[in-house]
């Protein structure tokens, strides 16, 4: 019966890499709704000298927006292209 438990603990694991996307996904969006805020505060007290900050956010928006969707295609859910864009 001890190879039972065994067996139980290990029909768990298949379940793990889909938890770990979703947290990866959850992550990602976490990140995303940050770099959100770091641009609208650039954008809000923007200067010239703060434009090279203000740009790399928005690479960073725009890479991190990719990985979220690289991320997804590996859970069971979708994210819509219209948050996408």
């Known amino acids: 019966?001890?190879?039972g438990v065994q067996g139980v603990a290990g029909g768990d694991r298949p379940e793990d890499p889909s938890k770990q996307n979703l947290a990866?996904?959850?992550g990602s969006i976490q990140k995303t709704l940050g770099l959100l805020?770091?641009?609208n505060l650039n954008v809000s007290s923007f200067s010239s000298a703060s434009q090279l900050p203000l740009l790399q956010?928005?690479?960073a928006l725009v890479a991190e927006l990719d990985t979220?969707?690289?991320l997804a295609d590996g859970c069971n859910?979708?994210?819509?292209m219209e948050v996408v864009k």
Do not use: F, Y
């Open 68 to 70: 979220m969707q690289k």
């Open 24 to 26: 990866q996904v959850t």
């Open 57 to 59: 956010r928005l690479n």
């Open 77 to 80: 859910i979708q994210v819509p």
């Open 37 to 39: 805020h770091q641009l």
């Open 1 to 3: 019966s001890g190879n």
